[in-house]
């Protein structure tokens, strides 16, 4: 036998037993006559000591261990002189009378422990070792026991989970594809799935009513610092539902998740809020509800002042800081220069203070009487003490940056606590887009979204205004998940592609096996998928998706470790009858 016990495992209560641990090394420390080694496995750390007086031999032996040094040691619990109230071992002590070095290691590149001093490459160039520090552990326990909770929970509610195909055709989410060259079928190339979305429809056309799948989608998108090109979905459909059902089967998801892994009952309905409302209060279709500072329009109230940067907006929003108006004209100027970033491009922001004594300080003073701008005040509610940030703009481009604005605002404030979940479903999304530069209108979901039923005589009329059978779950600012009500019927299908600009030939050779499945007896449907990175990031309170994956990939998409992508063999590529050309480095300047 290995080990008797694990290296979480003993306590007080076990003093007196002879053990054997297994682990490795974290830490050799010798004081005097005695050395100390820590060594940890999985589950934990547990002291190991030597002494010179009891076996001078082990504890020399002991000394020279090296870090990460693969060990067996046989020995008793004892009682520790000083115990470790940080960790559930420290109570005891492993009195050593046996180390058998299993294996040696080489001096690892950064120290394995919960603070190291390795920087992101090096951490994922070693990524095996990065998995032994407890942080990163801790996150994949965690993702275990979510994909085992969400399995309990959906198959008591009837879910079948069904696999589906890795090797497909395109399926339309709004990113490029990664393909897949095959070699029976010279010239022909497979896709990999953004989202089993089509099969999931088929499947609810083969009458498996409740769906669900863990599943890994591969998008191939410009990476932002929280997109993984290979992601994981927890996917999911249902027949013969409408909206409110969906919304409350996964309603109840979403809770069981946060009851039975974080010991977080939410007993409350999680609010609803339209995405019209979510753009005019947050100037975002994911607000993040953890805290209020909504928007405030201001327009009606600047009109006819002179001031021509208000006076030729289309839209004067605000928000109201609370307690802020103390600060200084530094303070002030950094957010200024926040807002002015290139990323977030306003021209610049203007400020009133409603110092706490009645008086009112403003940057636009000139422009407006105190009477003016104290109206300002009264229409956001603001309180003395307050200070309200302004922008003004566009109306869409200004949300977005007073959306920017007020997360930095919220930040300042401490508004944004990791440990608070606050969780609302955004509802009523326009069904199109429009996209200025193409002139054509672009699916905001996917082309399968079903128009809501009161909006349908718009299609070709108004179809901008069209609203969609769409929804998405948003926690702390982010998109959870989201999904639709889906066409079951051919020709408004048709009808969709039509709109969509693609020629009945074009939706033919692409979805072609859809519109024949739904000539069989298509049931209505719907159903959503949720982001299983992103729902174990919020819970491990993460930023990052990065390390809720066991093997991520770094920003550029390459997998740091095993060093993929790679060029592949001369014959490899002869067998699959491809050519290599590569940009030139003229051509890539284009
Ligand atoms: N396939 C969709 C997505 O990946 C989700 C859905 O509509 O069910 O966003």
């Known amino acids: 036998m290995y080990r008797t016990n694990t290296c979480g495992e003993l306590r007080l209560a076990d003093a007196g037993r002879e053990v054997t641990l297994a682990g490795w090394v974290q830490r050799v420390r010798k004081m005097g006559s005695m050395t100390f080694v820590d060594l940890r496995d999985r589950y934990g750390i547990t002291q190991v000591v030597t002494n010179v007086e009891r076996d001078a031999a082990l504890q020399e032996a002991a000394s020279h261990l090296g870090r990460e040094f693969v ?105 490029r594809d990664f393909v897949v060259p095959s070699r029976m079928n010279p010239g022909q190339f497979y896709a990999l799935p953004q989202s089993p979305q089509t099969f999931k429809q088929l499947l609810m056309v083969s009458g498996f009513d ?33 909206q409110e059902d969906v919304l409350q089967m996964f309603e109840g998801l979403v809770k069981h998740i ?109 422009f407006f009487t105190d009477e003016q701008l104290r109206k300002w005040g009264e229409h956001a509610k603001a309180n003395p003490g307050d200070l309200m940030l302004i922008l003004c703009g566009a109306t869409m481009t200004t949300r977005k940056q007073l959306c920017e604005l ?71 600012g982010n998109e959870l998940g989201g999904g639709s009500i889906r066409i079951h019927d051919s020709e408004l299908q048709d009808h969709m592609f039509r709109l969509l600009g693609l020629s009945e030939a074009d939706a033919q050779y692409k979805f072609g096996f859809l519109m024949n499945a739904f000539k069989y007896g298509a049931p209505p449907h719907g159903g959503l998928a949720f982001g299983f990175d992103r729902f174990v990031a919020i819970l491990a309170g993460l930023d990052s998706i990065r390390d809720t994956i066991a093997f991520p990939k770094n920003n550029s998409g390459r997998d740091m470790m095993i060093d993929a992508p790679a060029e592949i063999d001369r014959s490899q590529l002869e067998e699959l009858s491809i050519d290599v050309v590569l940009p030139s480095a003229e051509n890539e300047s284009k």
């Not at 070095?101 to 603070?115: A, G, Q």
């Not at 994922?124 to 993702?143: F, K, W």
């Open 71 to 175: 060990v067996q040691v046989k020995g008793t619990v004892a009682e520790r002189q000083s115990k470790n109230a940080n960790i559930p071992t420290g109570d005891i002590e492993i009195i050593a009378h046996e180390i058998n070095i299993l294996n040696r290691s080489e001096v690892p590149p950064f120290t394995i422990e919960d603070d190291t001093d390795g920087g992101d490459d090096l951490r994922m160039r070693y990524r095996y070792l990065d998995l032994r520090r407890g942080a990163v552990r801790r996150n994949l326990e965690l993702r275990h026991s979510m994909a085992f909770e969400i399995r309990r929970y959906l198959s008591e509610q009837g879910f079948l989970e069904v696999e589906t195909p890795v090797l497909i055709k395109s399926t339309p989410e709004g990113a």
């Open 210 to 242: 409740r769906y669900f799948q863990i599943v890994k989608c591969f998008r191939d998108e410009d990476l932002r610092a929280d997109r993984q090109p290979e992601f994981t979905q927890i996917d999911c459909e249902m027949s013969f539902v409408d």
């Open 258 to 366: 946060f009851k039975y892994v974080k010991n977080i009952d939410f007993t409350d309905p999680f609010p609803r809020m339209t995405w019209a409302d979510a753009m005019r209060l947050y100037g975002s279709d994911k607000p993040d509800t953890r805290f209020g500072m909504e928007f405030v329009e201001l327009k009606p109230l600047t009109e006819g002042s002179g001031f021509s940067v208000m006076d030729s907006a289309e839209y004067v929003g605000a928000i109201v800081a609370p307690g802020c108006a103390g600060y200084t004209r530094k303070q002030l100027d950094e957010l200024t220069e926040f807002v002015k970033r290139p990323q977030i491009g306003a021209k610049g922001m203007m400020w009133v203070k409603f110092e706490a004594d009645g008086s009112i300080k403003s940057s636009v003073g000139k």
């Open 406 to 476: 007020r997360l930095e605002m919220g930040s300042r404030l401490g508004l944004r606590d990791p440990q608070k979940f606050s969780c609302l479903w955004i509802i009523d999304f326009p069904l199109f887009e429009w996209d200025e530069e193409t002139q054509r209108f672009y699916a905001m979901h996917h082309p399968f979204t079903s128009p809501n039923p009161d909006d349908i005589d718009k299609l070709d009329t108004d179809t901008g205004a069209v609203r969609a059978t769409a929804y998405d779950m948003v926690v702390n």
